[in-house]
T-cell receptor, first 114, second 112 residues
Framework: GAGVSQSPSNKVTEKGKDVELRCDPISGHTALYWYRQSLGQGLEFLIYFQGNSAPDKSGLPSDRFSAERTGGSVSTLTIQRTQQEDSAVYLC????????????FGSGTQLSVL | QQQVKQSPQSLIVQKGGISIINCAYENTAFDYFPWYQQFPGKGPALLIAIRPDVSEKKEGRFTISFNKSAKQFSLHIMDSQPGDSATYFCAAFYNQGGKLIFGQGTELSVKP
């Protein structure tokens, strides 16, 4: 596709369950980012992958959060034992090598933890 | 630690007026300052950006003013239109850090 694709667009889960969120970056983009947007809050950085380098995990809020990127393309953000405070929109973005600073965002996954 | 502070949190402007959103940063290593526009249900999209070697950049009705000594930058929307109603985020980036740091966002409403 032409843009960053995220799935599902909405996810409702029960407290304590695990969830997986998927991101398909723009073809050819070697950098991939995950951000979290809570109601009334800014965009909180979670993790980013750049090429074959070790990912920058400095924004992950707890060890319940993890992410992987397979084959340098698709990424999955996993939240284990979800809590109500995990409810937010999870946004994925990608950027092109040499133009790292210009991020292209997907429409996000709205996660609701009941 | 919040490295980019944005104000105001919300803004109401009449059609045709000027919308002004301000941001301040702390880390002098930042070397790229973009503004993103977000409509409901969509991801943010790059609107306009500036590097610290210039004091102003204009694209159509949108202008960034940059004050390096004060570590502040602002977005001005001239002749604001109802279609400009959205949430605006400032951000800062430095190549060694490899990630954009965003402000808290400003919800702009332009009244007809």
């Amino acid at each position: 596709g032409a843009g960053v694709s995220q799935s599902p667009s909405n996810k409702v889960t029960e407290k304590g369950k695990d969830v997986e969120l998927r991101c398909d970056p723009i073809s050819g983009h070697t950098a991939l980012y995950w951000y979290r947007q809570s109601l009334g809050q800014g965009l909180e950085f979670l993790i980013y992958f750049q090429g074959n380098s070790a990912p920058d995990k400095s924004g992950l809020p707890s060890d319940r959060f993890s992410a992987e990127r397979t084959g340098g393309s698709v990424s999955t953000l996993t939240i284990q034992r979800t809590q109500q405070e995990d409810s937010a929109v999870y946004l994925c973005a990608s950027s092109l090598e040499g133009v790292w600073e210009k991020l292209f965002f997907g429409s996000g996954t709205q996660l609701s933890v009941l | 630690q919040q490295q980019v502070k944005q104000s105001p949190q919300s803004l109401i402007v009449q059609k045709g007026g000027i919308s002004i959103i301000n941001c301040a940063y702390e880390n002098t290593a930042f070397d790229y300052f973009p503004w993103y526009q977000q409509f409901p249900g969509k991801g943010p999209a790059l609107l306009i950006a500036i590097r610290p070697d210039v004091s102003e950049k204009k694209e159509g009705r949108f202008t960034i003013s940059f004050n390096k000594s004060a570590k502040q930058f602002s977005l001005h929307i001239m002749d604001s239109q109802p279609g400009d109603s959205a949430t605006y985020f400032c951000a800062a980036f430095y190549n060694q850090g490899g990630k954009l740091i965003f402000g808290q966002g400003t919800e702009l409403s332009v009244k007809p």
